[in-house]
């Protein structure tokens, strides 16, 4: 299955500059130029192509942390009530910054969304009362390019505890830049914020996660030595995991699906869960005639 895939600013900027036979811009030439275009921008959108350049600079020293997310998954990880859940329970897993969450091609998230990049900002100030505070920064890619390099819609928005995320969102002020530019299905948007949340309360659940290996292991992962080919990879330049990979390729099974639960002192703390998944119609199965091949029988003709 092929996966979209994540293009930095400085990436494009280089494609751009390959495809006009130019010298291709180095990070200091790129910082430049950006603040070249400080006082020729509308501010909004000068921010907003600023805190994208951030964000690459921290999925960078973060090691490009990416999760590929199969398609049985993904109408499980967008019914997360965003009224049930508090901004303080949203933190990116695995102790990261930063993370790429790609999806197959062919089968976007609301048929438009090809990636989102995640951001934890340290401060964000609160719209409503001005005070400072945590926050998550999304860019939803939905295939919109300008000028040769890709355009994302960024919603960013508080992560506190007296507001759940659909508070946090409902207060965010109107931009221009809403209405600018190619339009994203608001009900994408909020699928897009619900899965990003969802990811953030599974946090390193193994159940789910599947650390990714270089393609040419692939054929060798065993119990025995998958945590050595993940440490390889990691090595090469490769930090990512498979959501959904096992359960895609399950047959004649009833998927296992993800479920907010409430733990810990007075079932305060949301977590997602793994619910089993069970045979389908297991009596169907067990009438499936089996043992043909036992103690080196050959198959009936």
Not at 107 to 113: D, M, P
Request: charged share 30%.
């Amino acid at each position: 299955m092929r996966f979209h895939e994540y293009e930095t600013i400085l990436a494009g900027s280089r494609r751009m500059a390959r495809q006009a036979n130019l010298d291709p811009p180095s990070e200091e030439d790129l910082d430049e130029v950006m603040d070249s275009l400080r006082y020729k921008m509308e501010p909004s959108s000068y921010a907003m192509m600023h805190l994208h350049r951030e964000w690459d600079k921290s999925w960078a020293v973060d090691r490009k942390p990416y999760y590929s997310v199969y398609p049985s998954l993904i109408p499980m990880l967008t019914k997360l009530q965003l009224d049930k859940v508090s901004g303080s329970d949203i933190r990116l897993p695995h102790g990261l910054k930063s993370l790429s969450v790609r999806f197959p091609v062919g089968q976007e998230l609301g048929g438009e969304v090809r990636t989102i990049w995640i951001n934890e900002l340290d401060s964000i100030r609160r719209s409503e009362d001005g005070v400072v505070c945590r926050g998550l920064s999304l860019g939803i890619d939905q295939g919109e390019v300008l000028d040769g390099l890709p355009v994302y819609l960024i919603r960013s928005f508080p992560l506190v505890e007296d507001s759940t995320v659909e508070e946090s969102l409902e207060a965010l002020p109107k931009s221009w830049t809403a209405s600018a530019g190619k339009q994203l299905d608001p009900e994408s948007i909020i699928e897009s914020v619900r899965l990003v949340c969802t990811l953030c309360l599974i946090g390193d659940s193994p159940d789910l996660l599947e650390p990714e290996v270089l393609s040419k292991d692939k054929h060798r992962v065993s119990q025995d030595n998958i945590e050595k080919l993940v440490a390889k990879a990691k090595r090469r330049g490769k930090l990512g995991w498979s959501l959904g990979r096992s359960i895609e390729t399950i047959p004649h099974y009833r998927r296992p699906h993800p479920a907010l639960v409430w733990t810990g002192v007075g079932r305060k703390v949301p977590k997602i869960i793994l619910r089993s998944g069970s045979v389908v119609h297991r009596e169907a199965v067990a009438a499936v005639p089996t043992g043909y091949l036992d103690n080196g029988d050959e198959p009936p003709e």
